[in-house]
């Protein structure tokens, strides 16, 4: 158990780091190359399109638990699960990316032939990485975790490639969008390759899906979508209403500023994400609620420390840090700062906590509850957004310390799935 933690900390670490990067090197080629109106104008155009990376509807986690839970289970076919799993996250991303490219594409003489072929890519791009997620969610079940993890730190490495080439060749944004989903493809199609070598699940070699194993599991992915689908409604939305009220620049000042807050963010997510193969055995398997609480709320420990330090610091030299972050591109503002950091900080502590519910199948009460958090949070952003930017962010901390209270709740009624 110890050495899996470890290889999954190490890889999820690497992980983590790629991403941060991804963020630290992307944001000043941007405003380098396009400037603070025409990035904010590219973020607001992609931020619907990335809402898709959740449309299949949470059967992704679900199965790729179950084949977790169930693997050393001689009575079941971790073959079989597999592809029901991946037959019904096509089946899901298909309906729900016909209807929002058939959308915009019926609206494409008021948003232009760009934004709908940006659409298109990145829509491809965010369904691509919905099949990455599930396959290498599913190698928890064989303890490869951490090589599966790898693949997909090195395929979001290149895109800092990809990206700086397409700026720096002057390539606009259908290139650019072009480009990100040619990259993700190849990775997808690289980490569906190698676990289709795995003998431990593919026994036959035979696709075959079990529709009553999909209507069994479908009421419990359709619960679950309701949590990542909430978080990222929480980052994508507000950047339309700020883009609305106030206009591309405040949305590139407003995200160049989250990207330096929600570092803590990052840090939480090497930790959850390790985690949740471990948690998995302790609490789905092995049923140890208590020993799964203890060893999240030690995780939570370290993320507070983290975070108390890192946000006075980020004050301390944040003037100079983005400064020369931005090549003086955007003025830095320590209220935004400080008021986006402790935003991240709750939000990094109460998606750590939820990992007891999420990682064992035992969420929909919590899920349910953060929904109902998130479109009531984002419905008063929307109404007070002529007040100013603080009163977004403040409405928005408010809802995360909502989210924080629910995911508290304990699986201890947990049923077997």
């Given amino acids: 158990m110890k050495e899996m933690l470890v290889k999954n900390l190490l890889a999820n670490s690497v992980n983590q780091v790629i991403t941060i990067a991804t963020l630290l090197v992307l944001t000043p080629l941007f405003l380098h190359y396009w400037g603070d109106q025409r990035y904010g104008a590219w973020l607001v155009m992609v931020s619907i399109p990335l809402l898709l990376a959740y449309a299949d509807f949470g059967s992704g986690p679900v199965f790729a638990n179950h084949l977790s839970l169930k693997m050393e289970d001689p009575s079941e076919n971790p073959e079989e699960i597999f592809w029901t799993g991946l037959a019904t996250q096509i089946a899901f991303c298909l309906l729900t990316t016909s209807a929002f490219l058939a959308f915009m594409f019926s609206h494409r003489e008021a948003t232009g032939n760009t934004q709908l072929t940006v659409s298109i890519c990145m829509t491809t791009y965010a369904v691509l990485g919905v099949l990455a997620t599930y396959i290498t969610g599913c190698s928890r079940a064989i303890g490869e975790n951490h090589n599966y993890t790898n693949i997909g730190t090195a395929i979001r490495g290149t895109e800092i490639i990809v990206t700086a080439l397409a700026l720096n060749l002057g390539g606009d944004e259908q290139t650019l969008a072009t480009s990100l989903m040619a990259n993700r493809a190849i990775g997808t199609a690289l980490i569906f390759l190698k676990i289709k070598t795995n003998k431990q699940i593919f026994k036959t070699g035979k696709p075959k899906a079990n529709l009553g194993l999909a209507k069994h599991l ?53 930790i959850s994400s390790s985690l949740w193969p471990i948690l998995t055995k302790i609490i789905g398997v092995k049923e140890d609620l208590h020993g799964g609480a203890k060893i999240i709320q030690q995780a939570n420990l370290a993320i507070i420390v983290f975070i108390i330090i890192f946000i ?106």
């Fill in 218 to 270: 479908i009421p419990d992915s359709m619960s679950f979508a309701l949590y990542p689908l909430s978080l990222a409604l929480m980052l994508q939305i507000p950047i339309n209403i700020i883009n609305s009220n106030f206009g591309p620049v405040a949305v590139a000042l407003y995200a160049t500023t989250r990207t330096l807050a929600r570092v803590p963010v990052q840090f939480s997510n090497i």
């Fill in 312 to 417: 006075p610091s980020g004050l301390l030299l944040g003037n100079y840090i983005f400064n020369l972050w931005t090549a003086g591109a955007l003025k830095f503002s320590p209220e935004l700062f400080a008021a986006l950091g402790i935003q991240a900080g709750i939000s990094a502590v109460w998606m750590n906590s939820i990992m007891k519910t999420i990682s064992t199948n035992s969420h929909t009460r919590t899920c349910l509850t953060l929904s109902i958090i998130t479109i009531l949070t984002l419905s008063i952003c929307d109404a007070i957004a002529s007040e100013g930017m603080t009163s977004i962010i403040m409405t928005l901390i408010a809802g995360e310390i909502l989210m924080l209270i629910a995911a508290q709740y304990r699986p201890l009624d947990r049923k077997k799935s």
